[in-house]
């Protein structure tokens, strides 16, 4: 079994940054990707970045792309994500996710994670 374990949410203004960081533990052989999802109330869950330890590639779901990044450490099974210029439209729960073989697509639906973390929340208010 894996266990993701997040921190670095919080409160921040509209234009401000986060980091939030993920660290796998457990049986992370069994761990070829990494990203995070997100849910906002009343909302389903959303696909927001993810990396492939094989392949390099990152992948940003259009609303975030240009102002969030995402960066990790394979040997570690740690994964971070740096959000720039917030919106008050980000404001949401952040689940760390972590998927095994396949391609980065995989990592955009919730039927490609394997394992998930408890959520952060970020807020930003207007």
């Known amino acids: 079994q894996v266990q993701l374990v997040e921190s670095g949410g919080g409160l921040v203004q509209a234009g401000g940054s986060l980091r939030l960081s993920c660290a796998a533990s457990g049986r992370p052989f069994s761990i070829y990707k990494m990203g995070w999802f997100r849910q906002a109330p009343g909302k389903e869950r959303e696909f927001v970045a993810a990396?492939?330890?094989?392949?390099?590639?990152?992948g940003f779901a259009d609303s975030v792309k240009g102002r969030f990044t995402i960066s990790g450490d394979k040997d570690k099974n740690t994964v971070n994500l740096q959000m720039n210029s917030l919106k008050p439209e980000d404001t949401a729960v952040y689940y760390c996710?972590?998927?095994?073989?396949?391609?980065?697509?995989?990592?955009?639906?919730?039927?490609?994670?394997?394992?998930w973390g408890q959520g952060t929340q970020v807020t930003v208010s207007s």
């Open positions: 996710a972590a998927g095994g073989p396949g391609t980065i697509q995989t990592m955009r639906g919730i039927g490609g994670i394997d394992y």
């Open positions: 990396i492939s330890w094989s392949s390099g590639m990152a």
